[in-house]
């Protein structure tokens, strides 16, 4: 099931359009103020988001700067041609004037849930029970979130799109040493031990396998 965000302080609008989007199987999330979405997505992940911009507190150009790897969809009254290539320029994936053809406004949602299933699909490693999303840069076991430091997200990422491979330390250090320019062979065997320490808390499985003498790789086990 799909969930959409509905950030407007428009009660009836935002009444109205939770109850014809659950009539059509997404689940609602809702805010009613900028400062109130800000912290909801810090908490949150919805699939989509409907952006109106005259919002109490924050705007909703503000608003926007902080969304990252959610498509939004502006839902506002302004019509000036300019406002709508900004927002587009900006991050937004679409822009709906008020009032709005419901009929409309569903039909771009799902063309932008289709679009964001493609790109999720590319975009989001998985390997039993982890997944790692590589534009928001998180990581689950179990559906739980798991704190990595930018060493061990970028040894984890390289693990799991090389699943079947031996990682050697010299090709691990190359390819991480972008990211994380401070990890070094002294100190890669410390990462993955803590990397592995946090997996098995959430998972209570080691994935991580040490290949004597060669490098690492992940184990179904």
């Known amino acids: 099931m799909n969930t959409i965000a509905i950030i407007d302080d428009d009660m009836y609008i935002g009444d109205m359009l939770e109850e014809i989007l659950k009539k059509d199987g997404y689940a609602i999330l809702r805010a009613y103020s900028g400062t109130e979405a800000i912290y909801m997505l810090s908490e949150q992940h919805p699939d989509l988001i409907l952006l109106d911009l005259m919002l109490p507190g924050l705007s ?11 498509p939004v969809i502006i839902v506002s009254a302004k019509i000036d041609v300019q406002d709508k290539v900004n927002l587009l320029l900006n991050g937004a ?7 709005f053809d419901i009929k409309e406004l569903l039909a771009r949602i799902t063309v932008q849930l289709r679009k964001n299933l493609v790109a ?14 590589t534009v928001t840069r998180t990581v689950a076991a179990n559906s739980v979130n798991i704190h990595l430091t930018r060493t061990e997200y970028a040894i984890l990422k390289m693990l799991m799109q090389n699943p079947n491979q031996v990682i050697t330390k010299s090709a691990m250090l190359d390819e991480i040493s972008i990211d994380t320019p401070d990890c070094i062979e002294s100190s890669l065997k410390v990462h993955i031990s803590n990397l592995r320490k946090k997996l098995r808390e959430v998972s209570g499985n080691d994935y991580i396998e040490a290949v004597w003498g060669i490098g690492f790789k992940l184990s179904k086990i």
Do not use: A
């Open 93 to 99: 994936v679409d822009y709906v004037t008020k009032p």
């Open 120 to 133: 999720n699909e590319q975009i989001l490693l998985k390997f039993c029970d982890i997944e790692l999303n």
């Open 60 to 70: 909703g150009e503000e608003v926007l700067q902080h969304i990252k790897g959610i």
